[in-house]
């Protein structure tokens, strides 16, 4: 083992289903764990994760970046194949890269993408039960683009933040907001710097009652200017919510990896 100390950064799938979250909780299975279990058995020491986004119990991700430190030098692959012999099935470490110091996925990252999905149609899902929001409404995704591009810009999103969030404060920015049809799925990804507890899904809770016809698409503006949490939708299903990107400095090189067809990426079904 060396005595110098090592910053690798690592980019991570799961499936959320089965976890009470990223974070650690006394008690209860997370991801967090289940990762810094694997690595510290490749590392021989343990380790510490960091990660860019702490997500809810439920929530899954395609691209969560974390970053650990270790005196252990191993190639980037070992590190790789390595954990993943150690995961569980529904979580997945795709690379690794030894970063500067100072880097902190968290802290070093620009921006964050989730991406939310929703299923409408007249039946429940069985294989895609857990990976979408299902929902009978025949939701207009043009009426909530509409209405949704009010969040577009710096604002006080206390109307979109769980009552236990813990953010010193509310002001957020959002750089985009789309919500168009893929198949039978309705998808919404937004893109912001960072995001409050259970801000996506209390926005997309929202929406789909303007997608549903029962307010119109100006009734957003209008929630976000109130600041009170009362006068948004619903909190939607963590099911349907996955972290898709985090962004940093392309300086740093770190891999984005994103997929273009959520249908496919979710389901392995192809619904063109």
Same mark, same amino acid.
């Given at each position: ?42 590392a ?10 702490r ?16 005196h ?23 690379? +690794?890269? @030894?970063?500067? =110091?100072?880097?902190? *996925?968290?802290?070093? &990252?620009?921006?964050?993408?989730? /991406?939310?999905? #929703? ?10 039960r ?25 604002h ?55 997608? +549903?016809? @029962?307010?119109? =698409?100006?009734?957003? *503006?209008?929630?976000? &200017?109130?600041?009170?949490?009362? /006068?948004a939708? #619903? ?18 090189q ?14 392995g079904?192809?619904?063109?």
């Amino acid at each position: 083992m060396s005595s110098t100390v090592l910053r690798l950064a690592v980019g991570i799938e799961y499936d959320g289903t089965r976890y009470s979250g990223w974070q650690h909780q006394p008690g209860l299975l997370t991801i967090q764990d289940s990762v810094q279990k694997a690595l510290s058995v490749v590392a021989d020491h343990p380790v510490s994760v960091a990660a860019a986004g702490r997500t809810d119990a439920g929530v899954h991700a395609c691209a969560q970046v974390a970053h650990f430190d270790t005196h252990a030098s191993r190639p980037v692959r070992g590190w790789v194949l390595g954990a993943n012999s150690r995961l569980p099935p529904d979580i997945a470490i795709h690379w +690794a890269m @030894e970063v500067e =110091p100072t880097f902190h *996925a968290r802290h070093t &990252a620009q921006g964050r993408t989730y /991406r939310y999905c #929703i299923l409408r149609r007249a039946t429940r899902p069985a294989i895609l039960r857990d990976r979408v929001c299902w929902t009978r409404a025949a939701l207009d995704p043009d009426a909530m683009h509409e209405g949704a591009q009010a969040l577009v810009g710096e604002h006080d999103f206390s109307s979109f933040r769980a009552v236990e969030c813990q953010s010193t404060t509310a002001m957020r920015h959002v750089d985009a907001i789309s919500v168009r049809s893929e198949g039978p799925l309705v998808v919404l990804e937004i893109s912001a710097n960072s995001f409050l507890q259970h801000m996506v899904r209390n926005i997309v809770g929202t929406l789909m009652e303007v997608g +549903a016809g @029962e307010k119109p =698409p100006a009734w957003v *503006a209008g929630v976000l &200017a109130a600041r009170d949490r009362t /006068r948004a939708g #619903i909190t939607a299903p963590a099911s349907g919510l996955y972290l898709w990107q985090v962004r940093y400095p392309k300086s740093l090189q770190v891999p984005e990896t994103a997929y273009n067809r959520p249908w496919a990426m979710i389901s392995g079904l192809d619904f063109d």
